[in-house]
């Protein structure tokens, strides 16, 4: 056991595989595949179309798109 910061905390945790991210979330809608797809329709399909496909929101389309959700695929 050690004092260390929130931040510090977080990143242990992250290490260590004791944050679920992407499908292993229990909160997640979408799975690796269907992230997968999103990004390939970038500069294909609308976001909003793709946001009721998947059905999630527009700006979630757009983040994924901008690799600020989901950052652990490539």
Known sequence: ???VTSKENRLHAKINGRCP????????????MQVRVIRRSKGNLPAIYLAVIFNISKTH??????????THLT
């Not at 757009?62 to 989901?70: E, F, M």
């Open 61 to 70: 389309i757009y983040r994924i798109w901008g690799y600020k959700r989901w």
């Open 21 to 32: 991210c992407g499908e292993k979330s229990k909160t997640s809608k979408l799975n690796e």
């Open 1 to 3: 056991l050690e004092w």
